[in-house]
Structures are given as C-alpha cells and as structure tokens.
C-alpha cells in the first residue's frame, strides 16, 4: 500500500518559518515527481511546488516563488518544503502528491497526481 504522510504543519506568525516533509512508504519513490499543494477554506486546491522525479528541475507558484523551496532526499523517501517569510494568506492545509513513475509535466495540474496525503495544517497568524 503507497502512503504519503505530512507534517510539519503548525501555528506561525507572519515572517516566520516552517518546514514540511512527506514521507512516503510502500515503496520507493525515487522516480515519482512530487509535488505540494494547498488549500485554504471555501478555495479550491491550488499547486504550490514540484519537483522532477530526477531532482534537477523545481517548479513553483508565482505566490510563493522566492519565499518557498521544495527538495527531496531519495534515500528517506522523503519531500521537503521550506517555508519561509510566511504571510497570513498563507493559510492552508497542504497536501503532499505524487506523479506516477517517470512521469513529468503539468505540474500544476492536480489532476495528474495519483497518490496523495492526509494533509497538514499550517496556520499563519498576523
């Protein structure tokens, strides 16, 4: 069974930092581009940040361009997304996903993740 777990989530206030990880088992995911979205109340989901499954390429959102950075250390099978200079608008429970194998492109489509998380929330208070 694949299972991506989050965390990391919390209550922050604005400028400040966090770091999530996602960390996937059933099986290695070390092909799988890997991505994090969000999603704040009464909003749709929305792409947050990619990455290829060969780890040389990172996408992200205008929003958060600058301010977020997505890495992943294959030999934990594990995702990570730094978070810093947080906003209140920020606000959002994030989810983990993961492409199937070899698969790359459309990275902000959450339609072309198959396997996602339980989601964690962060909170970012002004």
């Known amino acids: 069974q694949v299972q991506l777990v989050e965390s990391g989530g919390g209550l922050v206030q604005a400028g400040g930092s966090l770091r999530l990880s996602c960390a996937a088992s059933g099986r290695s995911f070390s092909s799988n581009s890997m991505g994090w979205f969000r999603q704040a109340p009464g909003k749709e989901r929305e792409f947050v940040a990619a990455?290829?499954?060969?780890?040389?390429?990172?996408y992200y959102a205008d929003s958060v361009k600058g301010r977020f950075t997505i890495s992943r250390d294959n030999a934990k099978n594990t995702v990570y997304l730094k978070m810093n200079s947080l906003k209140p608008e920020d606000t959002a429970v994030y989810y983990c996903?993961?492409?199937?194998?070899?698969?790359?492109?459309?990275?902000?489509?959450?339609?072309?993740?198959?396997?996602w998380g339980q989601g964690t929330q962060v909170t970012v208070s002004s």
């Open positions: 996903a993961a492409k199937k194998p070899y698969y790359s492109g459309n990275y902000d489509s959450p339609h072309t993740y198959d396997y």
């Open positions: 990455i290829r499954w060969s780890g040389g390429s990172t």
